[in-house]
């Protein structure tokens, strides 16, 4: 509670703490990308980072809170990065970069990232709980008992909207 009352140096004391959950999550993220990507996991955790600083005025209620909001950071994240390698395949943005440096996604994820994404707003729309559980679970790496106590929902609720969202969101992508 101290960052959130101000005290810079307490978000440099919490990642300490909390950093190889951090890990944890961000190389769960990444299993699902190309093995060839090059945004790893200590740079999703560094961007992870940087994206918390950015949060002076949070108000953290419990752990499973703090891990609710990195998980919608990493989202975002990997959102950003998926656009920004669809802009660049598009020509947009050209830079001479050597190529140790690119971040390597293909289109295909790059396209298939972006329209879960698109799908899972159009979700959170219609039903705001569905769309927060896929965020937490997908996005975050959240087992359900994790998710029902951000939630403060029970476990069961949890399981039945996560099977009924993932149903939603095939179709929704499918039919695209």
Request: proline share 2%; glycine share 6%; hydrophobic share 40%.
């Amino acid at each position: 509670m101290a960052w959130s009352d101000g005290d810079p140096s307490a978000l440099d004391r919490l990642i300490p703490l909390v950093e190889s959950e951090l890990r944890r999550l961000a190389s769960h993220q990444m299993k699902r990308e190309d093995a060839g990507h090059t945004l790893q996991t200590t740079a999703l955790v560094n961007e992870l980072y940087i994206k918390l600083v950015d949060q002076r005025r949070a108000n953290w209620h419990s752990r499973a809170h703090f891990f609710a909001v990195a998980s919608q950071l990493m989202r975002r994240i990997l959102v950003d990065h998926a656009r920004r390698h669809l802009r660049s395949k598009r020509g947009g943005g050209v830079a001479n970069v050597p190529i140790e440096n690119m971040a390597v996604m293909s289109r295909e994820r790059s396209a298939e990232l972006l329209a879960l994404n698109e799908a899972l707003d159009r979700l959170t729309k219609l039903d705001p709980v569905k769309g927060r559980i896929v965020e937490l679970r997908h996005f975050g790496g959240l087992s359900v008992e994790e998710t029902a106590k951000v939630l403060k929902v029970s476990e069961i609720t949890v399981m039945r909207h996560w099977g009924l969202a993932k149903s939603w969101l095939k179709r929704e992508i499918r039919d695209k």
